[in-house]
Each structure stands twice: as C-alpha cells, then as structure tokens.
C-alpha cells in the first residue's frame, strides 16, 4: 500500500470554473478527511466521512463546495463557481476507526489550487 | 479562536543539538495530541503522539510531553539532523462525533550542518 493519493497535485484554473479533487485513501481506512491549509497557517477541517456518510462539513465548506464519497473508498471535492480566495492546498487524510481517542489521520500530499 | 498555538514561527538549531518545539493550547477536553513534519509541496507526515493520560511519548529521536496543566505540548529532537529541517505542526483532537484535527500554524526548524 502506498499510502494516500491526490490527483491532481497542481491546478490552476481561472475564477468562476469548476474544479474536482480527487482522493484515494489507505486501502484498510474507513474514515476520510478534506482540509484546506493556507499561506501561513495549519490545515483547516472541512468535512469528514465515514464510509460512505458524510458526518461532518465545516462553516468553511460554503455551498459552492461539495464533496463525495459514493462507496466508501475514494473521494472527490468539488468547487464551484471558483473564487480567488479558494486558492490554497487541499490535503485529504484518512485513518482506520479505533476504540477510544487515538487515531492517527495520515495525510496524502495535497491539491494546489491557485485561481487565476 | 486559535485553540491551538505554535508562537515561535522559526526556529534554527545546530546539526547534534537539541531542537524543542512548543505548542500551547487552550481546549482542556482535548484527549489526543500529534506531531506533524511537513516538507514544503508535500503532505504532513505524522511523527509522534501522545494521548490525554499520559506525560511523555518517546520514539526514537522524537519525544513528546504533555503538560495538562498549563495546557502545553513540546516535541524534542535528539539529536538534531540537517534532514530535520521541516514546518512541524501540533494538533489536538476532541472526539466530538468526529475525530477532526485542530492545527497550530507551524514552527519552520532549520537545523545547520
């Protein structure tokens, strides 16, 4: 296994286009994260599933986003209507559901987005 | 609302030396707490943890302690390597439906050779 995987790494897209990211989490993992992180700062949580429900979805995650993960394996965050603000890397993590607190998220190397 | 806090942006450190990045935080239900290493196009990369009932994790070169009472996190490299040199990120987590991480904005160690 080769850990988790984004396609693409790189996007540059002019503002008001659609964008899709994609996301392969660990074979094993049941669990899946989207973060946004930002010049200067840490990652950003924007939603979460479990499987194939989606559990969670950060204030961040305006109506313009949208994310999916239709049979529990690979994901896809999509952006509509892109802005210059949603210029940022998109990291996905996923983590195998465990007893207890300690559950570590592995990260796949990200997204960039920069909208032109 | 920054729960979690890394207040030193940068730090340099001598190739052999003792690094020591710090982290505060103001949640005191957070139960679980990593470490980060994040090389520059890349994806964090986990390093260590440690959870809420403990004081001190150790893993190789890496150790982690956990001060409940102040509310505050150090990570320990020993000794210090040029390949070392990386954005390191603290995060908390709270199990509150979901086990969602919340970052600190980083500390950029450069460790000279």
């Known amino acids: 296994d080769t850990g988790v995987s984004q396609d693409p790494r790189h996007k540059i897209t002019k503002r008001g286009q659609n964008v899709t990211f994609r996301c392969d989490p660990i074979s094993e993992h049941n669990r899946l994260y989207w973060y946004r992180q930002t010049l200067g700062q840490g990652p950003e949580f924007l939603t979460y599933?479990?499987?194939?429900?989606?559990?969670?979805k950060s204030r961040l995650l305006s109506d313009r986003f949208s994310a999916e993960r239709p049979k529990g394996s690979f994901s896809t965050l999509e952006i509509q209507r892109t802005e210059q603000g949603d210029s940022a890397m998109y990291l996905c993590?996923?983590?195998?559901?465990?007893?207890?607190?300690?559950?570590?998220?592995?990260f796949g190397p990200g997204t960039r987005l920069l909208v032109l | 609302d920054q729960q979690v806090k890394q207040n030193s942006p940068s730090l340099s450190v001598q190739e052999g030396r003792i690094s020591i990045l710090n982290c505060d935080y103001t949640n005191s239900m957070f139960d679980y707490f990593l470490w980060y290493k994040k090389y520059p196009a890349e994806g964090p990369t986990f390093l260590i943890s440690?959870?809420?009932?403990?004081d001190k994790n150790e893993d190789g070169r890496f150790t982690v302690f956990l001060n409940k009472s102040a509310k505050h996190l150090s990570l320990h490299i020993v000794p210090s390597q040029p390949g070392d040199s990386a954005v390191y990120f603290c995060?908390?987590?709270?199990?509150?439906?979901?086990?969602?991480?919340?970052f600190g904005t980083g500390t950029r160690l450069k460790v000279l050779a």
């Open positions: 993590a996923s983590s195998l559901a465990v007893t207890g607190p300690q559950e570590t998220q592995y």
């Open positions: 599933f479990q499987n194939e429900a989606q559990l969670e």
């Open positions: 995060a908390a987590s709270l199990f509150s439906g979901t086990y969602k991480y919340i």
């Open positions: 440690i959870s809420s009932i403990k």
